[in-house]
């Protein structure tokens, strides 16, 4: 079953710039959008972007998202001390697992 | 606003079954998709499946194609989520997420967690 790969951990300092990455084959993100969730502890995923660059209503625009060819990139700017959480990445495969998901990345905020 | 409130804490043995429910509220129901997701302990989230919560059309993992039904109750508002001959591996926060038809998962229930142990 494909999957996506997502590095474990991340961090930054309050007022920087951080880019999360998210790989990818051609059969999702090759072909498909980029999704992206954050999680806080204890709670349920939040959606973040779709269509690889969209951001829901109520989502600041400090958070951006990108693809470039089998990869996908979430750009957090400004970063807050409220952004710490698990940030996961997810797009359509065309394979037999549907929507496939990264194994997320632990964002810290030092 | 839209709200996604599922059941409660379930604990099942190996071998049994579990059905988890997803009532949503703050919009038609039947305008819009369910999918069904779950996260084990420290693990990825990964897809189960979908229903179009309109015709009732499902769309399944390979995975648990077989020992997954993903159901709707039109006049209840309510998903259904059933697992057959649940295993330790089992063991996982499952949530329900609406689908919009435009995009995925723009909102989602609070989770259910399901312990299966002897």
């Known amino acids: 079953q494909s999957v996506l790969t997502q590095p474990p951990s991340a961090s930054g300092t309050p007022g920087q710039r951080v880019i999360l990455s998210c790989s990818g084959s051609?059969?999702?993100?090759?072909?498909?959008?980029v999704y992206w969730f954050q999680q806080l502890p204890g709670a349920a995923p939040k959606l973040l972007i779709y269509?690889?660059?969209q951001r829901p209503s109520g989502v600041p625009d400090r958070f951006s998202g990108s693809k470039s060819g089998t990869s996908g990139s979430l750009a957090i700017s400004g970063l807050r001390s409220e952004d710490e959480a698990d940030y996961y990445c997810?797009?359509?495969?065309?394979?037999?697992?549907?929507?496939?998901f990264g194994g997320g990345t632990k964002l810290t905020v030092l | 606003q839209v709200q996604l409130v599922q059941s409660g804490v379930e604990v099942k043995e190996p071998g049994a079954s579990v059905k988890v429910s997803c009532k949503a509220s703050?919009?038609?129901?039947?305008?819009?998709?369910t999918h069904w997701l779950r996260q084990a302990p420290g693990q990825r989230l990964e897809w189960m499946g979908w229903i179009n919560a309109g015709t009732g059309n499902t769309k399944y993992s390979q995975k648990f194609q077989g020992r997954v039904t993903i159901t709707r109750d039109t006049s209840a508002s309510t998903a259904y989520m059933e697992m057959s001959s649940l295993r330790s591996e089992d063991t996982a926060v499952y949530y329900c997420?609406?689908?919009?038809?435009?995009?995925?998962?723009?909102?989602w229930g609070q989770g259910t967690l399901v312990t299966v142990s002897s």
């Open positions: 269509t690889t660059n």
């Open positions: 997420a609406r689908d919009n038809y435009e995009y995925s998962f723009d909102y």
């Open positions: 703050g919009y038609t129901f039947i305008n819009y998709g």
């Open positions: 051609s059969s999702n993100i090759g072909r498909n959008s």
């Open positions: 997810a797009a359509w495969d065309g394979g037999p697992g549907g929507w496939v």
